[in-house]
Nanobody
Framework: QVQLVESGGGLVQAGGSLRLSCAAS????????MGWFRQAPGKEREFVAA????????YYADSVKGRFTISRDSAKDTVYLQMNSLKPEDTAVYYC??????????????????WGQGTQVTVSS
C-alpha cells in the first residue's frame, strides 16, 4: 500500500521559514516526479513546486519562485519543501504528491497518482 506522509507544517510569523518533508512508502518514486500543492479555504488546489525523476529538474509557481526550494533524497524516497520569507498568503494545507510514471507535464494536479493527507501551514502577519 502506497503512503505519502507529510510533516513539518505549523504556525510561523511572516518572514519566517518552515521545512516540509514527505516520506513515501510502499513503492519507490525515485525515478518519477514528485510535487507539492496547496489549498487555501474556499480555493482550488494549486501547484507550488515539483521535481523530476532522475534528472531532478525543478519547477515552481511564480508566487513562490525565489522563496521556496524543492529537493529530494532518492535513497530515502523523501521530498522536501524549504519555505523561506513566508507570507500570510502562503497559508494553506500543503499536499505532497507522487507520480507512478513519466508525465509530459508535472505542474498540474492530474499528473499525480498518489497524495498525502496534507499538513497545515499558517503564516501570521
Amino acid at each position: 500500500q502506497v503512503q505519502l506522509v507529510e510533516s513539518g507544517g505549523g504556525l510561523v510569523q511572516a518572514g519566517g521559514s518552515l521545512r516540509l518533508s514527505c516520506a513515501a512508502s510502499g513503492r519507490t518514486f525515485s525515478l518519477y516526479p514528485m510535487g507539492w500543492f496547496r489549498q487555501a479555504p474556499g480555493k482550488e488546489r494549486e501547484f507550488v513546486a515539483a521535481i523530476g525523476g532522475s534528472a531532478g529538474n525543478t519547477y515552481y509557481a511564480d508566487s513562490v519562485k525565489g522563496r521556496f526550494t524543492i529537493s529530494r533524497d532518492s535513497a530515502k524516497d523523501t521530498v522536501y519543501l524549504q519555505m523561506n520569507s513566508l507570507k500570510p498568503e502562503d497559508t494553506a494545507v500543503y499536499y505532497c504528491a507522487a507520480s507512478k510514471n513519466y508525465k509530459t507535464t508535472i505542474v498540474v494536479v492530474l499528473a499525480y497518482d498518489y497524495w498525502g493527507q496534507g499538513t497545515q501551514v499558517t503564516v501570521s502577519s
